[in-house]
């Protein structure tokens, strides 16, 4: 965090800027911005005048020169709004013209800049108030004296950041013309500690951020670091203790950062010499923090200096052609690689050979992304297209050590021997971004799909059986006469295998048990004053639409989980909508269902036809009241389409997406067991969703439940989207139980399915999930087909604000009222005091008109 920013006036010195630059960001006037030397890592805001605040393209350049932000009058502001980006773009105001500042000034910009008079603090804090989401920094008019370091509190503690000109700033001691930077910088650390010093966590800025030890610092101390660069700390037994002084290896100081609760630092340096640690370790922590790209560098950078005569390594060094050719080899193989791993494969070559470039022009990975950062800073961009010699040109030949390759196929065939892998991420090594980046599922763009279905429901609308015949004939390849089947169903469409009836009998009636235990048996009547009596009483609703798919898989599953509620609830229609097959017919294990579950039609159609068939109704399909039923893209996007249509007066059970399972394992789990419940949800479909959440597994733990993946998903005859499906799906490894949970509860899966040694207890914490399988022995295919609870679950999150398919799903709930004379005298005179106050007298005459008649 910031505690101050200090702004250069006149001709600062450069020890100075140097210290300042240590702890911040430094403002800069565009007048000086060219003369004003600064090292390229500075952060620096650029206070622009009015000849450069008129000019957009002079800002740009500012920006595109490394600018972290500019700094604009209010008048000009509203000119480069839009045009610079609002994190970059910081507003210049005078107290006066704060309440001239409109909501997209405030929205475009990322803080504000204020000049007063004198320091307010409860003023400040208005302001602060006023730019919510904004940083507000203050600037006094009269500056002639330092501040308190009690004022840079004050203003701290109303969420803003006092700008100091750096007359007012001096690495000497602090007097009543100027105060100590380090003084300005120590004025809101506090220490809770006896010897009040602060826990400082030391990191290596060439190492990118890797953490280098725990040490502490005093006042002292991290004066004598700003004002050297040089890493200092207070020892706990032996004072002032100048890292490396004695052992050489010392540390050049990059920045020093306060926490959020200004009671701890963060120092990032570069370490010389044999490292950080007394053991002569480059960390406290131990070398195998090194991994990577850093441990690569690290090696290269020792084998230029001792790689011994005529070995590979010592011939890329002192071989630039032989560097080169291998360099363009390595690019050339990356942009042909097809697989995952292959892909990483060939980065991992490329980048090699790139750093040992780099290594050998005395180049750092820091410098690399010094260079990344300035491109970040750029407003300004290339077009970005190739040069013409790589525009559809040939590998180059062999002068250049380049073989030449074959010409590609369109598409690399894949080895159905290839392994099976799903990728893996460590949270306790992945940042904020990284995190919610593996709690997002794939963009559904809705927005795209309503307007590809929106023609096919007009059609439905408009022209009814016509367009629902050409549609499914279109979509389905049947060719149909009539789409609705009424019963009584003939026998021969229901001609089953007496093991699949069987077992479609007994699925019926264990989800008919549980769904039947939720229906509500008696109304809810309280009363809530004498004579008042409040009612709630459930009916159901009237009409219903079951959709049924038949894409990749045959589902009477789900023709069971939606029919039974509905059966239950006492649905007077329930229609059926399944696709039919091409010779017309519907599957018989469905039409079976339909006869348990008592439909009154089937319709047969698929896709978006047959949701605005069912919205609208049709010649010969009922309208219905709501609309329940997984599906693709096509049947979620008319869904959404349909209820928001006031014409169809239709709802819908819940927004959908692909399906998903979200599997939390510890070490008392079985590895084949994990692999069996994450491929029965991968073959789904080629985007369905699988997670599996490693709780504190090692790596030989993990690779038995891959190896079991991998065996079991060769085996299945679905193997081709099961390879597809898990090739996207994630490994979360964590360090607990309770870490766990809390990304699954963050994830809220469709399923959660937990193999943990005490997974009864467990379901306790579960706070979002649309069902739960308990143990080992709870795999999600009980659930999906015979235990009793329903398989129409929330997905894509929702599972945080909706719940699965249950009875009370296909009701609705009526309340009643009903007030005794008595009642009416006691209540009557309340209800008629808050309609008057709403100004709504004929509501207050209702009841007025009977107290009168009492």
């Known amino acids: 965090m910031s505690v101050f920013l200090p702004l250069v006036e006149g001709s600062a010195d450069g020890a100075l800027l140097q210290a300042l630059a240590r702890i911040g960001p430094i403002i800069v006037p565009a007048s000086q911005a060219s003369s004003v030397q600064l090292s390229q890592r500075t952060s620096r805001y650029v206070l622009c ?53 409109s909501d997209k000034i405030r929205n475009g910009v990322s803080g504000v800049l204020i000049k007063t008079p004198a320091l307010d603090v409860d003023f400040v804090a208005s302001v602060s108030r006023f730019f919510a989401h904004a940083a507000v920094h203050v600037l006094p008019a009269v500056s002639d004296a330092p501040p308190s370091p009690s004022t840079i509190r004050g203003l701290l503690a109303a969420q803003a950041v006092l700008v100091l000109p750096t007359p007012l700033l001096t690495l000497g001691a602090s007097s009543q013309s100027q105060i100590n930077v380090a003084d300005a910088f120590l004025a809101p650390v506090s220490s809770d500690r006896p010897d009040g010093l602060f826990p400082t966590v030391v990191s290596s800025y060439n190492e990118g951020g890797r953490t280098l030890g725990l040490a502490y610092s005093s006042a002292e101390s991290v004066k004598e670091s700003i004002v050297t660069g040089k890493g200092v700390y207070q020892s706990r037994k032996h004072g002032l203790w100048r890292k490396g002084e004695t052992s050489g290896a010392t540390q050049d100081v990059v920045s020093i950062r306060l926490d959020c609760d200004s009671d701890s630092l963060e120092i990032s340096v570069v370490q010389h010499g044999a490292g950080f640690c007394h053991l002569n370790r480059s960390s406290c922590f131990g070398e195998r923090e090194i991994r990577g790209l850093a441990a690569l560098e690290k090696t290269l950078r020792s084998r230029l200096e001792s790689a011994p005569e005529g070995s590979y390594t010592s ?81 180059a030949k062999e002068n250049a050590q380049v073989p030449t390759p074959a010409p590609r196929a369109q598409k690399a065939q894949v080895d159905p021997d290839a392994p ?111 004579g008042v009596v409040c009612s709630r009483f459930a009916r159901p609703i009237a009409r219903v639409g079951l959709y049924v798919p038949g894409g990749t898989a045959i589902l009477p599953s789900t023709a069971l989980m939606l029919g039974i509620p509905a059966q239950v609830a006492g649905c007077k229609e329930i229609v059926i909508a399944t696709p039919p097959r091409q010779d017309g ?17 089937i319709l047969k159609a698929g896709g978006a036809q047959a949701v605005a068939a069912l919205a609208y109704g049709t010649e010969t399909v009922p309208k219905v009241d709501k609309i329940f039923g997984p599906g693709n893209q096509w049947v979620t996007a008319a869904k959404m389409l349909v209820q928001n249509d006031t014409d169809a007066l239709v709802a819908i059970d819940m927004p959908a997406g692909p399906s998903e399972v979200l599997v939390i394992a510890d070490r008392t789990c079985n590895p084949a067991f994990v692999a069996a419940d994450l491929l029965s949800q991968a073959e789904h479909g080629v985007d369905s969703q699988v997670v599996l959440v490693a709780v504190d597994l090692s790596d030989e733990e993990l ?13 299945l005859p679905r193997v081709d989207i099961v390879r597809e499906s898990i090739a996207k799906s994630n490994i979360v490894r964590v360090r607990t139980t309770e870490q766990a949970i809390n990304f699954s509860n963050d994830y809220a899966p469709e399923h959660l399915i937990l193999h943990l040694e005490d997974a009864s207890a467990a379901v306790s914490l579960i706070e979002n999930a649309g069902s739960v399988f308990v143990g080992p022995y709870s795999p999600e295919s009980c659930g999906d087909y015979a235990s009793g609870t329903n398989h129409t679950l929330p997905t894509n999150g929702y599972a945080r604000q909706f719940s699965g398919v249950n009875t009370l799903s296909f009701q609705k709930h009526i309340t009643s009222q009903e007030v005794t004379a008595d009642g009416l005298r006691g209540l009557g005179p309340v209800v008629a005091t808050l309609a008057d106050c709403e100004g709504l007298q004929a509501h207050a005459n209702a009841v007025r008109v009977r107290l009168r008649a009492l």
């Open 49 to 101: 005048d009015q000849d450069v605040s008129s000019n957009l393209d002079a800002i740009v350049s500012l920006l595109d020169q490394g600018a972290e932000k500019v700094i604009l009058p209010l008048a000009y502001a509203k000119e480069a709004i839009g045009i610079i980006p609002a994190d970059r773009l910081l507003l210049l105001l005078d107290v006066g013209n704060v309440s001239a500042v």
């Open 315 to 395: 011939r890329l060094f002192h071989d630039p052609d032989l560097l080169r050719a291998k360099i363009m080899e390595e690019a050339d193989e990356l942009c042909r690689a097809e697989t995952k791993e292959e892909v990483a494969f060939e980065a991992a070559d490329l980048f090699y050979f790139a750093l040992t470039r780099c290594v050998a022009a005395g180049v750092s990975i820091a410098d690399i992304e010094q260079s990344l950062d300035r491109k970040a800073k750029k407003v300004t961009r290339r077009a970005g297209n190739a040069k013409p010699q790589w525009v559809n040109a040939p590998p």
């Open 420 to 530: 099976i892998r799903m990728r893996t991420f460590d949270l306790s090594v992945t940042s904020a971004e990284q995190r919610a980046q593996l709690l997002r599922r794939p963009v559904l763009k809705y927005a795209e799909m309503l307007q590809k279905v929106k023609p096919i429901v007009d059609d439905v609308r408009i022209r009814g059986d016509a367009a629902l015949l050409e549609l499914t004939a279109k979509f389905d390849r049947a060719q149909l006469t009539a789409t609705v089947i009424r019963p009584p169903f003939a026998p021969e469409t229901m001609q089953l295998d007496p093991d699949v009836r069987a077992a479609i009998d007994v699925a019926y009636a264990n989800v008919y048990k549980f769904h039947a235990a939720q229906a509500e048996q008696t109304p809810l009547a309280v009363e809530t004053m004498p």
């Open 585 to 601: 017919s519907i599957s018989p294990e469905v039409m079976y269902v339909a006869q348990l579950v008592g439909a009154s039609a």
């Open 703 to 715: 690779s038995a439940i891959e190896a079991e993946l991998d065996a079991q998903a060769h085996a």
